[in-house]
């Protein structure tokens, strides 16, 4: 029983670590998305921002693929803090 409470508190610490780190994807890929509509076809930094955006845009893609992965596996969630959550 002890190993499967260990595998619940590993799904749930990864799945609050994606949460929280496609959080923070939306953010740049909004700012991104806005640099690149206020700067003009000819910025000398739009490739790079192109890219940025393009990165960003693979990353969230690959967060929600472990979010969906986590789901399945966890098919009774349970409220509980991350710092709980990590405790040893």
Not at 16 to 43: F, M, Q
Request: aromatic share 6%; hydrophobic share 45%.
């Amino acid at each position: 029983m002890e190993y499967l409470t260990n595998s619940d508190r590993a799904c749930a610490v990864a799945a609050a670590a994606a949460h929280e780190l496609n959080n923070d994807l939306t953010v740049i890929l909004n700012s991104v998305t806005e640099v690149l509509a206020a700067a003009g076809s000819e910025d000398p930094s739009r490739p790079m921002l192109l890219d940025l955006r393009a990165a960003t845009q693979r990353c969230v893609w690959k967060t929600s693929g472990l979010l969906s992965f986590s789901a399945r596996f966890s098919p009774h969630p349970v409220r509980a803090s991350f710092e709980y959550l990590i405790e040893p």
